[in-house]
């Protein structure tokens, strides 16, 4: 299984290359269209969508692939590769330098090894189960801080800001893309990130990363869980509320701090209809 790991880790490395260049060929040149549930998508995600499925479909045919814009049903397959090939659209479509390629390899439903790369910035950050993460090629552990200030990041998604309160003591910020929200944790950017609806191609791959880092990250609801994934689903509009801090104290903190606000109710039934517990 070691062999066959580091040969899976080259080939998600790999992916990630030609993600990019095929992103950044687009960057500054794509045009967005609405999608049914009113989010973006370009070319750029297309084409890449198109190129995650061929190339893992001749390398590795008995591996299933799960991504954003056309396959979001699990077939349940012994590995599952798990992309959004454009993670921050909106930021992409609008000529914001901040989106990236988020790429796991699920093994019996449960996350293997993952890379999360953002081309502009020249960054990207990866991990295998039970070996760490490194961030640009260097090993990656989370510092968290001794008491958490004012002067502290806190992110939260777009959704989020709107429907949740936060009494937190860090200053909140919005990034708009997941990948980079949940990788900025395991760096030290920002103490912990707050994510409402996200799609579980948006954090398959930060979920590993975050772990294999040391940072602690869970459900923010109660209910339902995330991983393994169940076979034979339809994941295309299953969200996974998800809270992620530096450390396990800065996490029960951050959860304490969290509240639904008056007219939440749209959200609320959402969340409810797929088994979570509203318990905020």
């Not at 992309?83 to 019996?108: K, Q, R």
């Not at 530096?246 to 939440?264: F, N, V």
Request: charged share 20%; proline share 6%.
């Amino acid at each position: 299984m070691q062999v066959e790991l580091v040969a899976l880790r080259h080939f998600a490395e790999t992916l990630a290359d030609e993600a990019a260049s095929r992103l950044l060929n687009w960057f500054g040149r794509a045009t967005a269209s609405t999608k049914y549930d009113g989010s973006l998508v370009t070319q750029a995600d297309l084409e890449v969508d198109r190129f995650i499925h061929q190339t893992v479909g001749s390398h590795y045919p008995r591996h299933g692939v799960l991504t954003e814009e056309t396959s979001p049903f699990y077939r349940g397959d012994e590995f599952t590769w798990v992309v959004d090939p454009l993670d921050g659209t909106n930021n992409f479509a609008n000529g914001l330098p901040l989106w990236g390629c988020s790429i796991a390899l699920l093994n019996e439903g449960r996350p293997l090894l993952a890379v999360l790369d953002f081309p502009p910035l020249g960054q990207r950050v990866s991990a295998v189960r039970g070996q760490g993460a490194v961030w640009n090629g260097r090993p990656l552990s989370v510092q968290p801080p001794t008491e958490v200030h004012g002067n502290h990041f806190f992110i939260i998604d777009s959704r989020g800001f709107r429907t949740l309160e936060f009494t937190l003591r860090p200053k909140t910020r919005l990034l708009g893309s997941t990948a980079y929200d949940l990788a900025a944790v395991t760096r030290g950017m920002a103490v912990g990130c707050c994510e409402l609806l996200p799609k579980i191609w948006d954090i398959a791959g930060g979920w590993l990363v975050l772990s294999e880092a040391g940072a602690t990250v869970a459900p923010l609801l109660s209910g339902a869980s995330v991983f393994p994934l169940q076979s034979s689903m339809d994941y295309a509009d299953r969200v996974f509320p998800l809270l992620a801090a530096a450390s396990k104290p800065i996490w029960d903190s951050m959860r304490a701090g969290i509240r639904l606000k008056a007219g939440g109710d749209r959200v609320d039934r959402r969340l409810k209809d797929q088994g979570w517990v509203v318990d905020l």
